[in-house]
Every structure is written in C-alpha cells, then in structure tokens.
C-alpha cells in the first residue's frame, strides 16, 4: 500500500482548471517551441490543447503562450513570464503535497510504512 496525492488547481466554483495535463502542455511548449508539438508528444488532438490552455486562461485571467502565426517561417508558441512562474509554483506546491502527503501516511499508516530503499520515498 502507498499513497496517491493527485494536485490540481480548481476555480472559485471548484472546477478544476490546472493540474498534470496543463502543465505537460506547458512544459511541452517550452521543450518544442510550438503548443501544436506539445500535444502530439502527448497524444492529444490540437484543438483539446487549445482549448485547455485558453480555459487555464480565462480562469487564471492572464496569458500563458504567446502564439505565432505560420507562415515563411513557420508558427510557434512560447511561455509567458507568468506561465513560467505558475509552472515554478505549480512543480513547488506538488512536491509539498507529495511530501506531506508521504509524512501523514507514515503517522496514519505505520504498519505500511515503506522501506529507505524504495525509490518512490
């Protein structure tokens, strides 16, 4: 037995807006240059990723990507300053709620508690 902790970031209704899949995206377009890249490496169709990014958007009220059209030179997206500081927060808030979910397990579960030499610890 081990624990799960799954982080995500919901509105004031209590939707969820961002979690692993946003900050793949993210990521992806930070690695690849282009928000249509980044959702084939994670075989999702263009217009879903758009579509999460633009709801991330709207929820967070400010811009993630800066998009450039195709053309002669070819598209591509880049991360705003500010979706590279939410994807700092975001990585610094999940590894918290992973350590101390890890902390309130081993109180909790004692009898569970995993050995040193498990990698996931």
């Known amino acids: 037995m081990q624990p799960m902790i799954h982080t995500f970031l919901c509105d004031d209704n209590g939707s969820r807006f961002f979690g692993e899949g946003p900050y793949r995206l993210l990521t992806g377009i930070e690695e690849h240059g282009s928000l249509r890249q ?3 490496h994670m075989g999702m169709a263009y217009t879903k990723a758009l579509k999460i990014i633009q709801h991330a958007e709207d929820v967070l ?3 993630l990507i800066e998009r450039k059209t195709g053309g002669r030179g070819g598209g591509g997206s880049r991360l705003t300053a500010q979706a590279k500081e939410l994807i700092h ?3 610094q808030y999940k590894a ?3 350590a101390a979910g890890r902390k309130l397990f081993d109180e909790y ?3 569970q508690r995993q050995t040193p030499s498990d990698p996931d610890r």
């Open 89 to 91: 927060q975001y990585e």
């Open 61 to 63: 009220g400010y811009t």
């Open 109 to 111: 579960f004692p009898q």
């Open 96 to 98: 918290a709620c992973h």
């Open 38 to 40: 980044a959702a084939v």
